[in-house]
């Protein structure tokens, strides 16, 4: 059955956790409407307001109250969330919180240095479990550094540019290929002070209170790609995604899909709080495989499950290298796909640092190891599209991480 239809999807994942963190350093009350509805967002939540952030619901809207943080008298549970963690971590460290942090057996499992190194060098006293959770953060006073990232991540250049809002002095950091920006973009929407200069980004200290704002937070382009590899699989198909962002380092996605031969129009564009925002086109062609390389791989690192979903229906050969950041997602994603594509008779090499599809090939049904990570649940949802034989996940739940509606509106869809 074809995938046609409209669709309007929840507020990005990533604009939503940045929304709540920066409203809660603005000096007054702020209004976000759209946010994510996944449970990774609700995390962020739970935890500011375990640091006194007053956060209230107003119909479909977030009330923020910004002001003081206290010392939340429990452990902060991140639950499964690696941008809670990793954001909060720099957050908290610069506005001078005592603080421990936990979650669950996937998240504790995944390293943090990337994060603890670069504070650690700005004067943050910590202890971890060598390097992951649960992590316990001191008061200290932090002082500007310049940091050269070895990685390209937005996570790790949030939590230096959080952190030096409360640090003495200047702080900067640069980083290798451009990550997601919508940190820099944010807060300088709203009255930090924030210079860029190509691959660096600076930051100086808060003399005073962020702006408060009113935001509609734009839909989530990782969660649309799913919905557009569905129409890119299945013959006839034809979807509009509405009010997606459109920001040049998360559209890796739609970039790749339109190399791959399918039918990817932009159309309304409109800005909104710094950020593009627009609606888009997918419709069914048959497609070819493509190579992505390392520089293409932060633009399109969430998203990287479903292409290969894709590959496994495509013309020839996709080559995914330089994508080793895989292997430290909620799960080990490389080793995932490589299982779960191999159970279905796809032709699958796995790497190091990405893998090898050779298409096209049938895929058949199978029984679906998720690792209990959302975007393996529903790449491989998308693939049951095309299977011969029903495809069965082991934690279908799983996917209430990003997107708890994404089984009703692919449902919808096909109606």
Known sequence: MAIRGKIS?????????????????AG???????????ADVQTTRKCLEACGVIIEDNKNDVILQGGDYIDPDQPLNCGNSGTTTRLLLGLLSGQGINATFVGDDSLSSRPMDRILDPLSQMGLKSESKNGKLPITINKSTLCGIHYESPVASAQVKSAVILAGLGAKGKT????????????????????GKVSIDGLTTAVSNLMSPLTPFKLSVPGDPSTAAFFAAAAALVSHSDIQLNCILINPTRIGVFRALGSMGINVKYLEQWEEAGETIGNLNISY????????????????????????????????????????????????????????????????????????????????GAEIETFH?????????????????????????????????????????QS
Do not use: W
């Open 285 to 364: 062609q048959p497609m070819k495989g493509i190579t992505i390389t390392k520089d293409e791989v932060p633009g399109l690192i969430d998203e990287l499950p479903v292409i290969a979903v894709l590959a496994t229906q495509a013309n020839g050969k996709t080559i995914v290298r330089g994508a080793e950041e895989l292997r430290i997602k909620e799960c080990d994603r490389i080793h995932a796909l490589c299982v779960n594509l191999n159970k279905m008779g796809a032709e699958i090499e796995e790497l190091d640092d990405g893998f090898i599809i050779n298409g096209p090939t049938p895929l058949n």
């Open 373 to 413: 990570d959302h975007r393996i649940a529903m790449a491989f949802t998308i693939a049951g599209l095309v299977s011969e034989g029903d495809v069965v996940l082991d934690h279908p739940e799983c996917v209430s991480i990003s997107y708890p509606e994404f089984y009703k509106e692919l449902d919808r869809l």
């Open 172 to 191: 900067s950091i640069a980083e290798p290929i451009l990550s997601r920006n919508h940190t820099e973009k944010m807060l300088d929407g709203l009255g």
């Open 9 to 25: 999807l929840p507020g990005d994942k990533s604009i939503s956790h940045r929304a709540l963190m920066l409203a809660s350093l």
């Open 28 to 38: 007054g009350e702020s209004r976000i409407s759209n946010l994510s509805t996944g």
